[in-house]
């Protein structure tokens, strides 16, 4: 039972255009989400995250909008690079306790010179 | 470099064998945490400890699985009598007392099991 979806394996991109990734959860007692971005052979690198009491956070060219209501988050990227294709893991937390993460099969972006 | 270290990189062992992987967290982090992935899928968590004491287990640690972290420091995960199904790339992360909820992962360690 997969609580956090990304639907999406895979993304292009042309350079200098917006890259929109999407995640999907079903938990509703994930209060705190974060994206992770992670290149071949190397661990998940944090990106950006947002808490459930806000639904816009914004870090550069990376903004990260959630909708509780629909249960959705998006990571936009504008204006994309090169050095953004990479796999993109969206996950999520329930808070008090162990912190532990929840997270999607990942999407990969792929940005086109 | 403070960042998490884990080692050996990579393991390739024969069906049966004991493996184990260690990880150094950052140095100020209670808080370790190990995650499986297998390809395809996200990270999956395995086990966290907040400084020695082993605070939560997924039911996907079997009990061929131990961890360890005798001193809060380093941590040590053990495969016995590993199976082709264990090959996978566990990742250490770790984290610090203030709640901020990101984890901060190593490089992992590559567990070929032929």
């Known amino acids: 039972d997969q609580q956090v979806k990304q639907n999406s394996p895979s993304l292009s991109v042309q350079e200098g255009r917006i890259s929109i990734l999407n995640c999907d959860y079903t938990?509703?007692?994930?209060?705190?989400f974060l994206w992770y971005k992670k290149y071949p052979a190397e661990g998940p690198t944090f990106l950006i995250s947002?808490?459930?009491?806000?639904d816009k956070n914004e870090d550069g060219r990376f903004t990260v909008f959630l909708n509780k209501s629909a249960k959705h988050l998006s990571l936009h990227i504008v204006p994309s690079q090169p050095g953004d294709s990479a796999v993109y893991f969206c996950?999520?937390?329930?808070?008090?306790?162990?912190?532990?993460?929840?997270f999607g099969k990942g999407t990969k972006l792929s940005v086109i010179p | 470099d403070t960042g998490v270290s884990q080692n050996p990189r990579h393991k390739i062992t024969k069906r049966g064998q004991n493996v184990t992987f260690r990880c150094d967290p950052i140095s100020e982090h209670n808080r370790l945490y190990w995650y499986r992935q297998t390809l395809g899928q996200g990270p999956e968590f395995l086990t966290y400890?907040?400084?020695?004491?082993?605070?939560?287990k997924s039911r996907l640690l079997s009990d061929r699985f131990s961890a360890e972290r005798p001193k809060g420091s380093f941590s040590t995960l053990e495969i016995q009598r590993t199976e082709q199904g264990d090959s996978a790339m566990y990742l250490c992360?770790?984290?610090?007392?203030?709640?901020?909820?990101?984890?901060?992962f190593g490089e992992g360690s590559r567990l070929t099991v032929l």
């Open positions: 938990n509703s007692m994930f209060d705190y």
């Open positions: 992360a770790s984290r610090g007392v203030a709640n901020t909820g990101e984890l901060f």
């Open positions: 996950a999520a937390s329930a808070g008090a306790g162990s912190y532990q993460l929840t």
């Open positions: 400890f907040q400084n020695e004491a082993q605070l939560e």
């Open positions: 947002i808490s459930s009491i806000k």
